[in-house]
């Protein structure tokens, strides 16, 4: 497609469910970023994968949270356990070089209830 | 990374050109800034990004002076569907770099 895509666009879960998240970015782009934005504040950083290097893991919160890359394309982000302070918007990047900076998918608004 | 300091809302009219500047003191040398817009419920998009004096493109303009510790991005005669928030990062250009974005200028246009 021509641009990050993220499924699904709304999730209403229980506390201590599991969840999957999913960002498919936008065809060549190695480059992926997962961001987490509660009610009315700024983005929070979460993991970063480039290429077939390790990801950069240093945004996660705790060993709740995990995110794969699978052949260098879509991305999943798993939350186990949910807790109500997991509700928020989860925001997916993608980018080739940042001579135009990162498009970013609508994101998945989480609800953990 | 650049720790950046914004207002953290400004209002305007329609037609009225805007000045958002942003502080970035301990700009790095190979540190680029960048500049999103964000509308409620979608993602940021992205709006400019310079290393120094002046951009300019299809929606907005950027100052950046010559110790590059301020940035000013400049909306031209803004219209009511320009009210979003407005992030300034700062980050070096390699591609993939980690932005962190702040809480960003929450830019209200009135008619």
């Known amino acids: 497609g021509a641009g990050v895509s993220q499924s699904p666009s709304n999730k209403v879960t229980e506390k201590g469910k599991d969840v999957e998240l999913r960002c498919d970015p936008i065809s060549g782009h190695t480059a992926l970023y997962w961001y987490r934005q509660s009610l009315g504040q700024g983005l929070e950083f979460l993991i970063y994968?480039?290429?077939?290097?390790?990801?950069?893991k240093s945004g996660l919160p705790s060993d709740r949270f995990s995110a794969e890359r699978t052949g260098g394309s879509v991305s999943t982000l798993t939350i186990q356990r949910t807790q109500q302070e997991d509700s928020a918007v989860y925001l997916c990047?993608?980018?080739?070089?940042?001579?135009?900076?990162?498009?970013f998918g609508s994101g998945t608004r989480l609800t953990v209830v | 990374l650049a720790k950046t300091t914004q207002p953290i809302s400004m209002d305007s009219y329609e037609g009225q050109e805007v000045n958002i500047t942003c502080s970035h003191n301990?700009?790095?040398?190979?540190?680029?800034i960048t500049w999103y817009q964000q509308f409620p419920s979608q993602g940021p998009r992205f709006i400019i990004q310079g290393y120094k004096t002046k951009v300019t493109n299809e929606v907005a303009s950027l100052f950046i002076p010559a110790d590059r510790k301020s940035s000013t991005l400049s909306l031209p005669r803004v219209s009511l569907s320009d009210t979003a928030v407005y992030y300034c990062?700062?980050?070096?250009?390699?591609?993939?770099?980690?932005?962190?974005f702040g809480p960003g200028t929450r830019l209200s246009v009135l008619p």
């Open positions: 990062l700062v980050g070096e250009k390699n591609y993939g770099q980690n932005f962190v």
């Open positions: 301990n700009i790095a040398t190979n540190d680029y």
């Open positions: 994968f480039q290429g077939n290097s390790a990801p950069d």
């Open positions: 990047a993608s980018s080739y070089r940042t001579d135009n900076g990162y498009t």
